[in-house]
């Protein structure tokens, strides 16, 4: 079993829509929970950080984490053909930045 | 902008050909990384330099040869690669160590690197 799931997708949605993303992971250890965005080509942009239960906001974007069912969520509101990226969930402890698989998104007009 | 900045942003070389990677960051972070990331797979980390002293060498091959000058810098020395080494190579930094409490991590737009 992977330390970090994530489905990869791909995952298409009309410009608009409400976007779920998900990781679940296996070791309770982790504590820190980062979510990125990476367009083609390009590195990867941090997008949010968290680091206890419960929700936090940003503009469109909201990261959930679960650490009793260890499942962590990045929802995007008002999805925009711009936010047509992979995202990948990431998580720390120790000194490990440890990934997941990326979901691809594409919005389309 | 992402404030860490990688060059080139392109590289092609030979099998016996010997280049290097070159990073930089200027808001004072202490912890430096390189990832080596492949198409559609995520990063995977190869080496982490924390207070300009290398950390964590994630069982990388000797053809891959991190330097850290000084504390803004961060250089991957390559020699003898395979074209398997073929990938885009991220730089990172981060104020402090990855599991410090709020650190982040901020990732450079990387280098592509082609082995022929």
């Known amino acids: 079993q992977k330390e970090v799931e994530q489905d990869p997708g791909p995952l298409s949605v009309p410009e608009g829509a409400i976007v779920s993303l998900n990781c679940t992971y296996s070791?309770?250890?982790?504590?820190?929970f980062m979510w990125y965005r990476q367009y083609s080509r390009k590195g990867p942009e941090l997008l949010m950080y968290?680091?206890?239960?419960g929700n936090k906001e940003d503009g469109r974007f909201t990261a959930q984490v679960d650490k009793s069912s260890k499942y962590i969520s990045l929802f995007i509101r008002d999805s925009q053909p711009s936010d047509s990226a992979t995202y990948l969930c990431?998580?720390?402890?120790?000194?490990?930045?440890?990934f997941g698989t990326g979901t691809r998104l594409q919005v389309f007009p | 902008d992402t404030e860490v900045t990688q060059t080139p942003k392109h590289l092609v070389m030979g099998m016996t050909n010997k280049k290097s990677l070159k990073c930089e960051q200027h808001?004072?972070?202490?912890?430096m990384y390189w990832y080596k990331q492949k198409a559609k797979k995520p990063p995977e980390l190869m080496f982490v330099?924390?207070?300009?002293?290398?950390?964590i060498n994630e069982s990388v091959p000797s053809r891959f040869s991190p330097e850290c000058p000084n504390s803004s810098l961060l250089n991957l020395h390559l020699h003898a690669l395979q074209p398997e080494d073929s990938a885009l190579y991220l730089c990172?930094?981060?104020?402090?160590?990855?599991?410090?409490?709020?650190?982040?991590?901020?990732f450079g737009e990387g280098s592509w690197l082609t082995v022929v």
């Open positions: 330099y924390s207070y300009e002293k290398l950390s």
């Open positions: 990431a998580m720390t402890f120790t000194d490990k930045l440890i």
């Open positions: 990172a930094s981060s104020q402090d160590r990855p599991g410090s409490a709020g650190n982040t991590i901020y």
């Open positions: 808001m004072g972070h202490r912890a």
């Open positions: 968290t680091y206890s239960s």
């Open positions: 070791n309770s250890a982790f504590q820190y």
